[in-house]
């Protein structure tokens, strides 16, 4: 039905950059709020930044200032801009749509996920 696929993962230094992306494709009439969440090993998955259609944004405190969420909704894609990497950034990534289908009905898809891993 939908499928979202990410990537720009990596291995970067503190202090360094990184771009992800992920893109929706499949049965899509419109996608509504889009989010990035991430898990590191040991610990619970959190929603790290969402956007909604129109562009209004919300960030979990601990990247306030560092990570910038954005979209294309004419590409189905959203991204997350990540700067002033730290350690404690290290998981993985993952993105998630609200989907409503051109078959109609509405639900939640998820990426697979991608590695960011920030050591020196």
């Known amino acids: 039905q939908v499928q979202l696929v990410e990537s720009g993962g990596g291995l970067v230094q503190p202090g360094g950059s990184l771009r992800l992306s992920c893109a929706a494709s499949?049965?899509?009439?419109?996608?509504?709020?889009m989010g990035w969440y991430r898990q590191a090993p040991g610990k619970q998955r959190e929603l790290v930044a969402s956007v909604t259609r129109g562009g209004r944004t919300n960030y979990v405190d601990s990247v306030k200032g560092r990570f910038t969420i954005s979209r294309d909704n004419a590409k189905n894609t959203v991204y997350l801009q990540m700067n002033s990497l730290k350690p404690e950034d290290t998981a993985v990534y993952s993105c998630?749509?609200?989907?409503?289908?051109?078959?109609?009905?509405?639900?939640?898809?998820w990426g697979q996920g991608t590695q960011v891993t920030v050591s020196s």
């Open positions: 998630n749509a609200d989907v409503a289908l051109l078959v109609g009905g509405q639900r939640i898809y």
């Open positions: 499949g049965s899509i009439f419109r996608i509504y709020t």
